[in-house]
């Protein structure tokens, strides 16, 4: 508790210096909303693990083809994730790994949620 304590004192005595926070909140906010589908939300984690194409990723999420293939659009127009072509494949991958923390820990609040012990809490079986 005394580390949460400590958090809570510095934020509050930490002021804005050259009024950027705005900006930065903005961007932050914006970034959130983006992330705020599950489809995309999947599909950032799915692509920590490394570049995958349309097809690899509509196997893996509770969506189309072509659904899959507008979440990646957006999220490309959002700058989250880029691609490139591959002979006939487009290949997607996530921008930054702050996006796949960002999605992890999302996932893992939710987590705390939903279950009674988080996977992230258990244990593998010894």
Do not use: C, K
Not at 59 to 82: D, E, K, Y
């Amino acid at each position: 508790m005394r580390a949460h304590n400590d958090m809570a004192t510095a934020s509050a005595v930490r002021q804005p210096d050259d009024g950027s926070d705005g900006e930065v909140l903005a961007v932050a906010a914006q970034v959130l909303t983006h992330l705020a589908d599950p489809t995309r939300l999947s599909l950032i984690r799915l692509l920590a693990g490394g570049e995958q194409d349309v097809g690899t990723l509509t196997a893996q999420v509770a969506a189309s083809r072509s659904s899959v293939s507008q979440h990646l659009g957006r999220l490309r127009l959002a700058g989250l994730v880029s691609s490139h072509r591959e002979g006939r494949r487009m290949l997607y991958r996530v921008t930054s790994g702050h996006l796949v923390a960002l999605a992890d820990q999302a996932f893992g609040y939710a987590e705390h949620l939903v279950r009674a012990v988080p996977d992230h809490h258990r244990h593998p079986s010894v």
